[in-house]
């Protein structure tokens, strides 16, 4: 159980375009997914917490507009990235937490991503 | 204090031996606890949560709790190469606060 994928694994677009990411929580409702970004050999940076049907909650200093966070079912969370530059290429990573008692988060495989 | 604070190592541990982690946290995080592994160029993968003080085992791993001191720690028991990653303590207030992790590294 708790299984989190993300889709796709790995996307190569050219600068100014825009990228989406797909989240999904496979066998249960996740009523928070959260959004990281890793730098090779960085720590994992929280960009923003989406909860179930309402806006999405930023950290500081990750821009709102240019990622776009939806979470429009208990099952899905998508992250757009637009007009992605090449400092945006980085390892894209999302995460769901359930609805049960010990608020657990389980991680998504991940997106790399690589802006030319 | 950070809300979690990890030595980034490298830990360096001789197959076979135990590795022994530790994390330290703030007054802020006060609930849940965890240890995640994540392996070069993949996501962070869950091993143990722990709630309350003392020990839990699972397998090979045992994570320690000591609310009074503060600490949280993660043995692992006849490390293998394969354990080799960098692991990520968190704590939770009113979400889940990670801390920057640190690497392992099994000699063989």
């Known amino acids: 159980g708790a299984v989190v994928s993300q889709h796709p694994s790995w996307v190569i677009c050219k600068s100014g375009t825009s990228v989406k990411i797909e989240c999904r929580s496979l066998d249960f409702q996740a009523t928070t997914m959260f959004w990281y970004r890793q730098f090779p050999k960085q720590s994992l940076m929280l960009m923003a917490t989406s909860n179930e049907g309402s806006k999405a909650t930023y950290e500081q200093g990750v821009e709102k507009d240019k990622f776009l966070i939806n979470h429009a079912s208990l099952t899905l969370s998508t992250l757009t990235v637009t007009s992605a530059h090449p400092e945006d290429s980085s390892f894209y990573i999302c995460?769901?937490?359930?609805?049960?008692?010990?608020?657990?988060?389980?991680f998504g495989p991940g997106t790399r991503l690589t802006v030319l | 204090q950070k809300e979690v604070e990890q030595n980034s190592g490298p830990l360096s541990v001789p197959e076979g031996a135990i590795a022994s982690l530790n994390c330290t946290y703030s007054d802020r995080v006060s609930q849940s606890f965890f240890w995640y592994r994540q392996y070069s160029g993949k996501s962070p993968e869950l091993i143990m949560s722990i709630y309350s003080n003392g020990d839990k085992e699972d397998g090979r791993f045992t994570a320690q709790l000591n609310k009074a001191s503060q600490y949280v720690s993660l043995l692992i028991r006849d490390s293998q190469p394969s354990d080799s990653a960098t692991y990520l303590c968190?704590?939770?207030?009113?979400?889940?606060?990670f801390g920057k992790g640190t690497r392992l590294h099994i000699l063989p």
């Open positions: 968190a704590g939770r207030d009113d979400k889940i606060i």
């Open positions: 995460s769901a937490q359930g609805t049960d008692s010990t608020d657990t988060q389980y």
